[in-house]
């Protein structure tokens, strides 16, 4: 793709580097960037995340992987994943051959700290990207005999604290959306070494075939994504916003600039782009134009004037109002 043909300055400074647009490819969105080479020029984009890396190679859940739900999707992968041995052996020289100057983080998943931990260690003497993005909220897969650690902050700070000390690349850490308030656990992240925080990993959810009264995932419940999800996301970004001063990462139902634009005033400096790539695979390209295209209309000189721009409530109502 040819630069955009913009007034605005896209690019910002963020963990000490440059990232020339604020649109990147969600995690489990699209490989390790090999499956979309040939869609689109990756290094069109601000980014991408890999597919979770686990230790041990996994073969993932029984199929169907996926189903619509909705104005969603519902997904059960079960983590599929080539493992730490060979994503360093095949997936990292890829990525430096194809990917050189695209800014990836490597997202990591595991079942006890030690998994998170050991995964970073194995991963820091290869290059091939920039940092990583902990992946403490996969609804498919929890940690042995509980919830995903974005469920429970304690464990959550255990985790990115022992990755903070093993690693200086950048650092982001991945919530859940169901959480009563996502704030203190984006404090919590932030608290244990966190560099940045992306919100939000997919909603658990369960969609039942009625004629055979079993579920249509061949996993069961599994984690919905796509537009249904959008709104909670935004509104994740916006209370982690209140609640930490670290770079934010907005993902979850982004199908259009509008959408994106959404996700940057709540107070995010990145998004994401996930289940519409699967649709069109130049959905990311697309946002990115659009938003260009916005600031050349609005008068934004730069996407800084748009990341954490809103307003608040459009008409604050007492619910005395009116009242005599
Ligand atoms: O692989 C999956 O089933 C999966 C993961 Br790791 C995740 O983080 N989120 C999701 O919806 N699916």
Request: proline share 6%.
């Given at each position: 793709?040819?630069?955009?043909?913009?007034?605005?300055?896209?690019?910002?400074?963020?963990?000490?580097?440059?990232?020339?647009?604020?649109v990147?490819?969600?995690?489990g969105?699209?490989?390790?960037?090999?499956?979309?080479?040939?869609?689109?020029d990756?290094?069109?984009?601000?980014?991408i995340?890999?597919k979770?890396v686990?230790?041990e190679?996994?073969?993932?859940?029984?199929?169907?992987?996926?189903?619509?739900?909705?104005?969603?999707?519902?997904?059960?992968?079960?983590?599929?994943?080539?493992?730490?041995?060979?994503?360093?052996?095949?997936?990292?020289?890829?990525?430096?051959?194809?990917?050189?100057?695209?800014?990836?983080?490597?997202?990591v998943?595991?079942?006890?700290?030690?998994?998170?931990?050991r995964?970073?260690?194995?991963?820091?003497?290869t290059?091939?990207?920039?940092?990583?993005?902990?992946?403490?909220?996969?609804?498919?897969?929890?940690r042995?005999?509980?919830?995903?650690?974005?469920?429970?902050?304690?464990?959550?700070?255990?985790?990115?604290?022992?990755?903070?000390?093993?690693?200086?690349?950048?650092?982001?850490?991945?919530?859940?959306p169901?959480v009563?308030?996502?704030?203190?656990?984006?404090?919590?992240?932030?608290?244990?070494?966190?560099?940045?925080?992306?919100?939000?990993?997919?909603m658990?959810?369960?969609?039942?075939?009625?004629?055979?009264?079993?579920?249509a995932?061949?996993?069961?419940?599994?984690?919905?994504?796509?537009?249904?999800?959008?709104?909670?996301?935004?509104?994740?970004?916006?209370?982690?916003?209140?609640?930490?001063s670290?770079?934010?990462?907005?993902v979850?139902g982004?199908t259009?600039?509008?959408?994106?634009?959404?996700?940057l005033?709540?107070?995010?400096?990145l998004?994401?782009?996930?289940?519409?790539?699967?649709?069109?695979?130049?959905?990311?390209?697309?946002?990115?134009?659009?938003?260009a295209?916005?600031?050349?209309?609005?008068?934004?000189?730069?996407?800084?004037?748009?990341?954490?721009?809103?307003?608040?409530?459009?008409?604050?109502?007492?619910?005395?109002?009116?009242?005599?």
């Open positions: 793709m040819r630069a955009i043909d913009t007034n605005m300055q896209l690019s910002q400074t963020l963990f000490g580097t440059t990232f020339s647009n604020p990147l490819l969600a995690a969105t699209c490989g390790f960037g090999e499956e979309l080479e040939d869609a689109l990756l290094r069109s984009l601000g980014g995340v890999t979770s686990t230790l190679p996994r073969a993932g859940n029984p199929a169907p992987r996926v189903v619509e739900a909705g104005n969603a999707m519902l997904n059960s992968i079960g983590l599929a994943n080539p493992g730490l041995e060979r994503v360093c052996a095949e997936k990292l020289p890829w990525m430096t051959e194809h990917l050189s100057g695209l800014q990836v983080f490597v997202s998943a595991g079942h006890v700290p030690e998994e998170y931990w995964i970073v260690e194995g991963l820091e003497s290059g091939g990207f920039l940092g990583y993005e902990l992946n403490l909220s996969c609804p498919n897969d929890t042995l005999g509980g919830l995903p650690f974005a469920l429970d902050p304690e464990a959550l700070k255990g985790v990115v604290a022992g990755a903070r000390v093993l690693t200086d690349r950048p650092l982001l850490v991945k919530l859940a169901n009563p308030d996502i704030g203190p656990v984006a404090e919590a992240a932030e608290d244990a070494g966190a560099d940045g925080i992306t919100l939000v990993n997919t658990p959810g369960l969609v039942i075939d009625v004629e055979s009264r079993t579920a995932l061949g996993a069961g419940s599994g984690g919905l994504s796509g537009p249904a999800l959008r709104a909670v996301g935004v509104n994740a970004v916006h209370r982690a916003r209140a609640c930490t670290v770079p934010l990462l907005g979850g982004i259009d600039a509008g959408d994106a634009i959404q996700y005033l709540a107070g995010a400096s998004v994401q782009i996930g289940t519409a790539t699967f649709a069109d695979p130049r959905t990311a390209q697309k946002v990115c134009k659009g938003i295209r916005h600031g050349d209309r609005t008068g934004v000189e730069k996407i800084q004037d748009l990341i954490g721009a809103y307003q608040g409530a459009n008409r604050p109502l007492s619910v005395t109002e009116g009242a005599h």
